[in-house]
Each structure stands twice: as C-alpha cells, then as structure tokens.
C-alpha cells in the first residue's frame, strides 16, 4: 500500500526530530492541523506546500509523490542545454558554521580552468584541492547534471558541487 501525503509528512518531521507543536508554530497553524494532516484527516494549503518541503529538506515533488529527486542524472544528447546556459554552484559549510555559495556560468568556469585558476581560489575552501574540475567539465559535456562532487574534509568542512 502507497503512503499517504500525511504519512509522508509524519515520517520526514520526526527523521529531523521536529514535534508536531515545532511544526505548527513555524507554519503559522494549530498543532492540531498538523494532526489532522498526519492522520490523512485534511491537507495542508496548498500555499503551504513550499514551507513543508524547504523544512522537511525535501522537495514538494517527494512530499506529494513519495519519490525523491535523482541528485545525479544523465541526460541524453538531445535534451542537453548548451554549456554557456548552465550554471555551475559550490556550497561549502564550514564546521565553524561559516557559509560560501559560488554560483558561476559553466562558459566562464571552463574558461577560468583553460586560464589556470583553481576553484579554491574562487571559494577559498582547501577541500575543493584534490577535485579534478576539467574532469568535471567533460561529465557535464557528456550530459551528467545535479551534484556532482560532496566531499566532507576530516575537520568537517562539507562540500557540495551541482551543474543545474
């Protein structure tokens, strides 16, 4: 038997440890709405959807459907953007809880690799070290999108690369 929307959201809230009263007060309803939801009594608004989602850290798609998003994917020659349109990101959490987010045109990031800059130049993160950007460059030729790189560094510093 398929999970309901309200098993669906049960099940997330309580994997990131939040109660049903944490859920209604950040969400602006009565704890007994989130009840209701849970026990597939009523829905959420629909305008409530996004807000579930960002604080369940999935997406509205996985909330609705039950199926997670690839992170990864393939895509074949004829559904590939051209490179100039891509974007390529970089997010580095700190263990110290500092936060970088790089978000970069994948045409300037293979001309920057062409010119000899390295990527921890542009995030200052030493992590980014032992990642073969040119590599990377040639997997999303091939037509590989979502996150490719997540490293995390013996001190705790994680590090997340995606070519939307």
């Not at 007994?32 to 996004?50: F, R």
């Amino acid at each position: 038997m398929a999970k309901s929307i309200g098993n669906r959201i049960s099940q997330f809230r309580k994997e990131k440890g939040i109660t049903q009263d944490e859920m209604a007060e950040r969400l602006g309803v009565t704890p007994q709405a989130v009840s209701k939801w849970e026990n597939d009594i009523s829905y959420p608004d629909i305008l409530l959807l996004p807000k579930i989602a960002k604080m369940l850290e999935v997406t509205v798609d996985e909330l609705l459907s039950g199926e997670a998003k690839k992170e990864t994917d393939f895509l074949p020659e004829n559904k590939r953007k051209n490179i100039d349109d891509m974007m390529f990101r970089i997010y580095v959490n700190s263990a110290d809880g500092d936060k970088v987010r790089v978000n970069l045109p994948m045409g300037l990031v293979k001309v920057g690799l062409e010119m000899g800059m390295k990527m921890p130049q542009v995030s200052g993160n030493e992590t980014l070290n032992g990642i073969d950007f040119e590599q990377l460059i040639y997997m999303v030729e091939s037509g590989l999108i979502g996150k490719l790189v997540e490293v995390e560094s013996a001190d705790g510093d994680t590090v997340e690369i995606v070519v939307e």
